[in-house]
């Protein structure tokens, strides 16, 4: 049977990387931390740009890399920011996260990374990612979850874009709030619930470099990438995404401008 097929929400466009090029094992992996150690085989699922790829070299010396991504275009820059790094033990193909392209039971460590929240049928992704991981080993997941995003000061125009993102996201046949679901989905995937820690974690934007970074790339992010296609399928004018974009850039210029991002996270012991 084919995999349930989505349409990435963002796109391959700059401001969408810019997010992506940011993220670490620190920032966006630490709940992993600890069942990383020398030796390990690691696969990162939907690595995009390769940051977080990279990094985890860093967590596993003496061990091995591989990251794979839809997307084929992004992989020059994944491994070309390995090579700049100097990762010897870090390679990257192209491959689907519904369908992935390895033997059973060939990975210590198999990691996603606001994966799931993308892809058609993130519980079959789960499937595959357990599949492919050894006995004894780890799957690891983190989600953003779209309703829990709370910032100030409110604003009409960050109320649009906020409601907006989720109907953009669930017409590409996506799933916006897949924070608070990654424990159930772990469930149907065969995971069984003593086997999975759940945590959550905040991303939090608040001193005026976080702010013109976040701010910014959502600014950007409205008009420019792949979004705002998707927004006009739901109905959204250009005027409709122009006034968001600008309530974004006055967010950037508000001194007490805050806002704090959600993610649910899991580990399920294969």
């Given at each position: 049977?084919?995999?349930?097929?989505?349409?990435?929400?963002?796109?391959?466009?700059?401001?969408?990387?810019?997010?992506h090029?940011?993220?670490?094992?620190?920032?966006?992996?630490?709940?992993?931390?600890?069942?990383?150690?020398?030796?390990?085989?690691?696969?990162?699922?939907?690595?995009?740009?390769?940051?977080?790829?990279?990094?985890?070299?860093?967590?596993?010396?003496?061990?091995?890399?591989?990251?794979?991504?839809?997307?084929?275009?992004?992989l020059?820059?994944?491994?070309?920011?390995?090579?700049?790094?100097?990762?010897?033990n870090?390679?990257?193909?192209?491959?689907?996260?519904?369908?992935l392209?390895?033997?059973?039971?060939?990975?210590?460590?198999?990691?996603?990374?606001?994966?799931?929240?993308?892809?058609?049928?993130?519980?079959?992704?789960?499937?595959?990612?357990?599949?492919?991981?050894?006995?004894?080993?780890?799957?690891?997941?983190?989600?953003?979850?779209?309703?829990?995003?709370?910032?100030?000061?409110?604003?009409?125009?960050?109320?649009e874009?906020h409601?907006?993102?989720?109907?953009?996201?669930?017409?590409?046949?996506?799933?916006?709030?897949?924070?608070?679901?990654?424990?159930?989905?772990?469930?149907?995937?065969?995971?069984?619930?003593?086997?999975?820690?759940?945590?959550?974690?905040?991303?939090?934007?608040?001193?005026?470099?976080?702010?013109?970074?976040?701010?910014?790339?959502?600014?950007?992010?409205?008009?420019?990438?792949?979004?705002?296609?998707?927004a006009?399928?739901?109905?959204?004018?250009?005027?409709?995404?122009?006034?968001?974009?600008?309530?974004?850039?006055?967010?950037?210029?508000e001194?007490?401008?805050?806002?704090?991002?959600?993610?649910?996270?899991?580990?399920?012991?294969?």
């Amino acid at each position: 049977m084919a995999s349930k097929q989505a349409t990435y929400t963002h796109g391959s466009h700059e401001s969408a990387l810019r997010s992506h090029k940011w993220r670490t094992v620190a920032n966006s992996a630490a709940f992993l931390i600890p069942h990383l150690k020398p030796g390990l085989k690691i696969l990162d699922v939907g690595c995009g740009p390769g940051t977080i790829t990279v990094d985890f070299a860093n967590y596993v010396p003496g061990g091995h890399v591989t990251g794979v991504e839809y997307n084929v275009d992004i992989l020059a820059q994944a491994r070309a920011h390995a090579t700049e790094r100097g990762a010897a033990n870090v390679e990257f193909q192209q491959g689907d996260a519904q369908a992935l392209p390895f033997p059973d039971g060939t990975f210590d460590v198999v990691h996603a990374h606001q994966v799931l929240q993308h892809v058609g049928d993130p519980v079959q992704a789960l499937r595959e990612m357990r599949r492919v991981a050894k006995p004894g080993g780890v799957v690891a997941a983190r989600e953003t979850d779209f309703a829990g995003f709370i910032w100030f000061p409110d604003a009409p125009g960050l109320r649009e874009w906020h409601a907006l993102y989720q109907r953009v996201a669930r017409g590409n046949g996506g799933e916006p709030d897949a924070g608070r679901r990654v424990k159930a989905w772990a469930r149907e995937a065969g995971f069984a619930p003593a086997a999975v820690t759940c945590s959550t974690a905040t991303w939090c934007f608040s001193t005026p470099e976080e702010r013109q970074f976040w701010g910014g790339l959502w600014a950007d992010r409205i008009v420019k990438s792949d979004f705002a296609k998707g927004a006009a399928k739901q109905g959204a004018s250009t005027e409709d995404l122009e006034r968001q974009s600008q309530a974004w850039r006055k967010w950037i210029d508000e001194e007490d401008g805050w806002f704090a991002v959600l993610h649910g996270e899991i580990v399920c012991h294969v």
